[in-house]
Protein backbone atom coordinates (compact mmCIF):
# COMPACT_ATOMS: atom_id res chain seq x y z
CA UNK A 1 0.00 0.00 0.00
CA UNK A 2 1.62 3.23 -1.30
CA UNK A 3 1.16 5.90 1.48
CA UNK A 4 2.51 8.93 -0.20
CA UNK A 5 2.49 9.12 -4.16
CA UNK A 6 4.10 12.21 -5.78
CA UNK A 7 3.86 13.28 -9.46
CA UNK A 8 5.36 13.94 -11.86
CA UNK A 9 8.13 11.73 -12.00
CA UNK A 10 10.39 14.43 -13.93
CA UNK A 11 9.50 18.08 -15.22
CA UNK A 12 11.55 20.23 -17.51
CA UNK A 13 10.87 23.83 -17.19
CA UNK A 14 12.21 26.78 -19.13
CA UNK A 15 13.74 29.18 -17.25
CA UNK A 16 11.76 31.74 -15.63
CA UNK A 17 8.70 29.36 -15.69
CA UNK A 18 6.45 27.79 -12.79
CA UNK A 19 7.52 24.70 -11.48
CA UNK A 20 4.67 22.64 -9.54
CA UNK A 21 5.12 19.31 -7.61
CA UNK A 22 2.11 17.78 -5.81
CA UNK A 23 2.13 15.18 -3.12
CA UNK A 24 -1.32 13.01 -2.19
CA UNK A 25 -0.76 11.33 1.32
CA UNK A 26 -3.36 8.75 3.19
CA UNK A 27 -2.12 9.00 6.55
CA UNK A 28 -4.87 11.47 8.43
CA UNK A 29 -2.08 11.28 11.47
CA UNK A 30 0.92 13.14 9.52
CA UNK A 31 1.02 16.58 10.92
CA UNK A 32 4.46 18.17 9.64
CA UNK A 33 4.64 18.89 5.61
CA UNK A 34 7.92 19.02 4.46
CA UNK A 35 9.65 19.80 1.07
CA UNK A 36 13.09 18.08 0.53
CA UNK A 37 15.60 19.54 -2.37
CA UNK A 38 18.38 17.26 -3.10
CA UNK A 39 21.45 17.71 -5.44
CA UNK A 40 23.09 14.83 -7.40
CA UNK A 41 25.65 14.06 -4.80
CA UNK A 42 24.88 15.04 -1.95
CA UNK A 43 22.02 14.13 0.67
CA UNK A 44 18.54 15.55 1.17
CA UNK A 45 17.60 18.65 3.01
CA UNK A 46 14.63 20.60 3.85
CA UNK A 47 13.64 23.42 1.77
CA UNK A 48 10.33 24.57 2.99
CA UNK A 49 8.02 22.74 5.37
CA UNK A 50 4.30 23.34 6.14
CA UNK A 51 1.87 22.61 9.85
CA UNK A 52 -1.95 21.75 8.80
CA UNK A 53 -2.80 24.58 10.72
CA UNK A 54 -2.42 26.93 7.54
CA UNK A 55 -2.86 26.74 3.88
CA UNK A 56 -0.06 28.18 2.18
CA UNK A 57 3.62 29.16 3.17
CA UNK A 58 5.97 31.07 1.35
CA UNK A 59 9.42 31.88 1.15
CA UNK A 60 10.77 33.71 -1.31
CA UNK A 61 10.21 32.31 -5.11
CA UNK A 62 8.80 28.70 -3.30
CA UNK A 63 5.13 27.96 -2.02
CA UNK A 64 3.72 25.21 -0.02
CA UNK A 65 -0.08 24.85 -1.16
CA UNK A 66 -1.89 22.64 1.67
CA UNK A 67 -5.22 21.21 1.24
CA UNK A 68 -6.07 19.06 4.41
CA UNK A 69 -9.85 17.92 3.43
CA UNK A 70 -7.79 16.36 -0.06
CA UNK A 71 -4.90 15.46 1.81
CA UNK A 72 -2.48 16.64 -0.92
CA UNK A 73 0.20 19.75 -0.79
CA UNK A 74 2.15 21.02 -3.63
CA UNK A 75 5.68 22.90 -4.61
CA UNK A 76 5.39 26.00 -6.59
CA UNK A 77 8.95 27.11 -7.73
CA UNK A 78 8.55 30.95 -9.46
CA UNK A 79 10.58 32.03 -11.60
CA UNK A 80 12.52 28.60 -11.84
CA UNK A 81 16.24 28.76 -12.44
CA UNK A 82 18.95 26.52 -13.77
CA UNK A 83 19.93 26.22 -9.96
CA UNK A 84 16.96 24.74 -9.03
CA UNK A 85 17.64 21.88 -10.91
CA UNK A 86 17.84 18.79 -8.36
CA UNK A 87 15.76 16.41 -7.35
CA UNK A 88 12.38 17.09 -4.69
CA UNK A 89 10.83 14.90 -2.37
CA UNK A 90 7.68 15.29 -0.18
CA UNK A 91 8.19 13.52 3.12
CA UNK A 92 4.65 14.07 4.99
CA UNK A 93 5.52 13.71 9.09
CA UNK A 94 3.75 12.40 12.27
CA UNK A 95 4.90 9.98 14.48
CA UNK A 96 6.25 8.13 11.28
CA UNK A 97 7.55 9.41 8.11
CA UNK A 98 7.10 8.39 4.30
CA UNK A 99 8.63 9.85 1.23
CA UNK A 100 7.74 10.58 -2.10
CA UNK A 101 9.53 8.69 -5.11
CA UNK A 102 10.75 12.01 -6.13
CA UNK A 103 10.78 14.14 -9.00
CA UNK A 104 13.62 15.04 -10.89
CA UNK A 105 13.47 19.24 -12.33
CA UNK A 106 15.39 20.30 -15.10
CA UNK A 107 15.53 24.01 -15.27
CA UNK A 108 16.27 24.60 -18.97
CA UNK A 109 18.21 28.57 -19.51
CA UNK B 1 28.65 22.27 14.93
CA UNK B 2 29.48 19.21 11.97
CA UNK B 3 26.02 18.05 11.75
CA UNK B 4 25.47 14.89 10.64
CA UNK B 5 28.74 12.87 9.41
CA UNK B 6 28.91 9.25 7.66
CA UNK B 7 32.02 7.25 7.56
CA UNK B 8 33.02 5.96 5.31
CA UNK B 9 31.97 7.84 1.96
CA UNK B 10 33.07 5.44 -0.62
CA UNK B 11 33.03 1.55 0.09
CA UNK B 12 33.77 -1.21 -2.35
CA UNK B 13 32.92 -5.19 -0.90
CA UNK B 14 33.19 -8.63 -2.29
CA UNK B 15 29.69 -10.80 -2.16
CA UNK B 16 29.96 -12.21 1.14
CA UNK B 17 32.36 -9.44 3.51
CA UNK B 18 30.76 -7.83 6.02
CA UNK B 19 31.18 -3.83 7.20
CA UNK B 20 29.83 -0.88 9.35
CA UNK B 21 28.74 2.16 8.60
CA UNK B 22 28.95 4.64 11.00
CA UNK B 23 26.84 7.89 11.57
CA UNK B 24 27.54 10.53 14.27
CA UNK B 25 25.38 13.79 15.07
CA UNK B 26 26.13 16.30 17.32
CA UNK B 27 22.84 18.06 18.00
CA UNK B 28 21.85 15.74 20.28
CA UNK B 29 18.64 14.69 18.53
CA UNK B 30 16.78 11.72 19.73
CA UNK B 31 15.76 10.38 16.47
CA UNK B 32 18.02 8.79 13.95
CA UNK B 33 17.42 7.09 10.51
CA UNK B 34 19.28 5.16 8.01
CA UNK B 35 18.00 4.86 4.36
CA UNK B 36 18.47 3.76 0.89
CA UNK B 37 18.76 5.60 -2.34
CA UNK B 38 18.51 3.24 -5.67
CA UNK B 39 17.50 5.02 -8.91
CA UNK B 40 13.83 5.56 -9.39
CA UNK B 41 12.97 4.51 -5.67
CA UNK B 42 13.41 7.11 -3.62
CA UNK B 43 14.34 7.03 -0.01
CA UNK B 44 13.37 3.75 1.84
CA UNK B 45 13.96 3.45 5.70
CA UNK B 46 16.39 0.38 6.91
CA UNK B 47 15.91 0.79 10.68
CA UNK B 48 15.77 3.79 12.83
CA UNK B 49 15.89 5.01 16.74
CA UNK B 50 14.06 7.14 18.98
CA UNK B 51 16.35 7.02 21.30
CA UNK B 52 20.08 6.04 22.87
CA UNK B 53 19.38 1.73 23.11
CA UNK B 54 16.51 1.92 20.90
CA UNK B 55 15.86 0.56 17.23
CA UNK B 56 13.03 -0.12 15.03
CA UNK B 57 12.55 -2.02 11.85
CA UNK B 58 11.70 0.04 8.76
CA UNK B 59 10.76 -0.61 5.40
CA UNK B 60 13.66 -2.64 4.05
CA UNK B 61 15.69 -4.03 7.11
CA UNK B 62 16.57 -7.46 5.70
CA UNK B 63 20.17 -8.20 5.63
CA UNK B 64 20.97 -5.28 7.87
CA UNK B 65 21.21 -4.53 11.28
CA UNK B 66 22.09 -1.78 13.79
CA UNK B 67 22.98 -0.46 16.70
CA UNK B 68 22.89 2.48 19.06
CA UNK B 69 24.47 2.27 22.08
CA UNK B 70 25.73 6.16 22.03
CA UNK B 71 23.21 8.66 21.51
CA UNK B 72 25.25 10.44 18.86
CA UNK B 73 25.95 7.63 16.91
CA UNK B 74 23.79 5.05 14.76
CA UNK B 75 25.80 2.10 13.12
CA UNK B 76 24.62 -0.47 10.19
CA UNK B 77 26.08 -3.19 9.47
CA UNK B 78 26.09 -5.21 6.77
CA UNK B 79 26.62 -9.33 7.77
CA UNK B 80 26.98 -10.61 4.81
CA UNK B 81 27.05 -8.45 1.63
CA UNK B 82 25.20 -9.09 -1.54
CA UNK B 83 24.86 -7.18 -4.47
CA UNK B 84 21.56 -6.25 -4.30
CA UNK B 85 22.95 -4.21 -1.52
CA UNK B 86 24.92 -1.72 -3.96
CA UNK B 87 22.83 1.65 -2.94
CA UNK B 88 23.36 5.04 -2.18
CA UNK B 89 23.27 4.66 2.21
CA UNK B 90 21.61 7.82 4.00
CA UNK B 91 21.38 8.62 7.76
CA UNK B 92 19.69 11.42 9.26
CA UNK B 93 19.22 12.60 12.43
CA UNK B 94 16.10 14.80 14.27
CA UNK B 95 14.82 16.01 17.20
CA UNK B 96 11.38 15.49 17.26
CA UNK B 97 8.48 16.29 14.99
CA UNK B 98 10.45 18.70 12.81
CA UNK B 99 13.16 18.36 9.82
CA UNK B 100 15.60 16.01 9.27
CA UNK B 101 19.23 16.60 9.00
CA UNK B 102 20.62 14.36 6.46
CA UNK B 103 24.61 13.29 6.03
CA UNK B 104 26.66 13.35 2.89
CA UNK B 105 25.88 9.92 1.98
CA UNK B 106 28.35 6.44 1.93
CA UNK B 107 28.30 5.06 -1.98
CA UNK B 108 28.57 1.34 -1.92
CA UNK B 109 29.35 -1.43 -4.51
CA UNK B 110 29.13 -5.08 -3.73
CA UNK B 111 30.77 -7.44 -6.63
Known amino acids: QQQVKQSPQSLIVQKGGISIINCAYENTAFDYFPWYQQFPGKGPALLIA?????SEKKEGRFTISFNKSAKQFSLHIMDSQPGDSATYFC????????FGKGTMLLVSP | NAGVTQTPKFRVLKTGQSMTLLCAQDMNHEYMYWYRQDPGMGLRLIHY???????AKGEVPDGYNVSRLKKQNFLLGLESAAPSQTSVYFC??????????FGPGTRLTVT
Open chain 1, 91 to 98: APTGSTLT
Open chain 2, 92 to 101: ASRPGLAEQY
Open chain 2, 49 to 55: SVGEGTT
Open chain 1, 50 to 54: IRPDV
